[in-house]
């Protein structure tokens, strides 16, 4: 995990991304609580939808930890990620569409190299994930996102980045509420 220093300052331009459905900035948001800012792959990606489940598991757990969850994703049309985020039952939820991916460059967030994205615990993860915890199988299309974009997540509080974890495999598995347990909000 990379722990961000504390006096980490924002991107240019991030304050003034909209999240949806509450039409809040992401500034306004980080400065009335903390932010779990959840940077997802894309919505075929058997992870991303792994990391939705974990995230609706331990939802009551975060938002009691303070926390604002919001997620970016790179779905161009917001009925593609409702769908989503219902199906999971994480609906309604702040995200950000993203799909030009200017949020992902700001914060650091690349593509993935093939030893990222492929590889024996690919397949391993891939596996556990897809079958035995039933998320299906990795799918791509143009208006979900890109494949090969690394995930990362951030905690961010009054304008500052107070800890982040990058992903370093695609399949990594993030603990979301250690996340936030870190920064000692």
């Not at 304050?15 to 779990?36: A, I, M, N, T, Y």
């Not at 489940?53 to 938002?63: P, W, Y």
Request: hydrophobic share 40%; charged share 20%; glycine share 10%.
């Amino acid at each position: 995990m990379e722990k961000a220093p504390s006096v980490s300052v924002m991107p240019t331009g991030w304050e003034r991304v909209v999240s949806q459905p509450s039409g809040d900035s992401l500034e306004k948001l980080s400065q009335e609580s903390p932010v779990l800012l959840i940077f997802l792959r894309h919505f075929g990606c058997t992870f991303c939808r792994e990391a939705l489940a974990d995230v609706a598991n331990k939802r009551t757990e975060l938002e009691d930890m303070g926390v604002r969850i919001v997620f970016v994703h790179m779905a161009a049309k917001a009925t593609i990620a409702d769908k989503f985020f219902r199906k999971y039952k994480l609906y309604p939820i702040d995200h950000i569409p993203d799909p030009g991916k200017q949020l992902y460059v700001a914060f650091g967030l690349g593509r993935g190299t093939p030893a990222q994205l492929f590889g024996l615990m690919n397949w391993i993860r891939g596996f556990e994930a897809g079958i035995i915890e039933g998320h299906g199988f990795a799918y791509h299309n143009e208006d979900i996102g890109d494949g090969f974009q690394m995930p990362g997540v951030f905690v961010l509080h009054q304008g500052r980045i107070k800890h982040s974890f990058v992903h370093q495999h695609a399949w990594d598995r993030p603990d979301y509420a250690e996340i936030v347990r870190c920064c000692s909000l």
